[in-house]
C-alpha cells in the first residue's frame, strides 16, 4: 500500500515529494524472499544489510536502480496500520493501479511521523476530506500513538492542527458534521487526485513511527528494548 507524500498528493494536496514510501504486513512476510523479488524489478538496497536493518527498524531502505528514486517499504505490525492496509482501495497513479491509504489512515500516519511536513499533509487533508472522516477513530489513534511514544503533548498539539483545518477558508461556509459525530454519508474522498511528483534527494533517517512499530512487533533485541521505553507499565 502507498502511503507517504505520493498518498498525499493522490488524495488531492498538491504538492511535490522527494521519495516512495510504501508497507506491507508484517505477519507472514519474509523480508530476505521480499527483498529478493524486489531486486528482480531493479529495486536496490540502498545500505549495507538493509534486510538486516529491517528486520530491526521495520523499514526496508530501497532504491530505483533505473530513476534513483528512493523508496521506504515499512512493515507493518500496529494495529491502526493494519486496519489501513484493509481499508485500502486502488487508485490509478500514472495509469498503474495501486492501493493507497484513505485520507483518514493519512493522517495517524502523519501524526506518528509529526515533521513540519506532515502537520501541513495533515491540516490539508483534513480541510478536504475531514467531513467524511471518523474524527473519533482518528482522535483514539492519536492517542494511542501518543501513549506508545511518550510524546503525550501531540494528543493537544493535534487537536490545534484539527482546529485550523476545521477554520473556514476565506468566502467558505463550513461543511462540518456536530462535535464528535461519525463521518458524512456523502462519498468519502472524491476531491480531485493531483499526479504525483517525485523529487530526488538525500533520505533522512527514518521517522518516529518505527519507535511505535518496534513496541508492536515480536520480540527482538531492539523491538524489547524499545517496548520497555515507550509502553505503560
Sequence with gaps: MIIGGI???????????????????????????????????QFVARIEDAVRFAQQNHVLLLRHAPSGVEVDLSVAWLPFELEAIAASDVVQIHGTPVPVARAEDLV???????????????????????????????????????????????????????????????????????????????????????PATVKKTTRKKPSSRVAAQRAAAPDSASSRATRGRTRRG
Design 108 to 194: 495517524i500516519y502523519k501524526v506518528a511521523a509529526w515533521r513540519p511536513q506532515d502537520q501541513q499533509d495533515i491540516e490539508r487533508l483534513i480541510a478536504i476530506h475531514g467531513a467524511h472522516m471518523d474524527l473519533r477513530r482518528v482522535r483514539a489513534a492519536v492517542r494511542d500513538l501518543a501513549t506508545t511514544l511518550d510524546e503525550p503533548q501531540r494528543v493537544e498539539e493535534f487537536e490545534k492542527v484539527l482546529t485550523r483545518a476545521r477554520a473556514p477558508r476565506s468566502g467558505e461556509a463550513a461543511a462540518w458534521p456536530p462535535e464528535g459525530a461519525g463521518p458524512s454519508t456523502r462519498n468519502r474522498e472524491t476531491a480531485p487526485r493531483a
Design 7 to 41: 498518498a498525499v498528493i493522490a488524495r488531492g494536496v498538491p504538492r511535490l515529494t522527494r521519495d516512495i514510501d510504501a508497507t506491507v504486513a508484517g505477519a507472514g512476510t519474509d523480508l530476505e524472499e521480499l527483498a529478493g523479488v524486489l531486486r528482480r524489478h
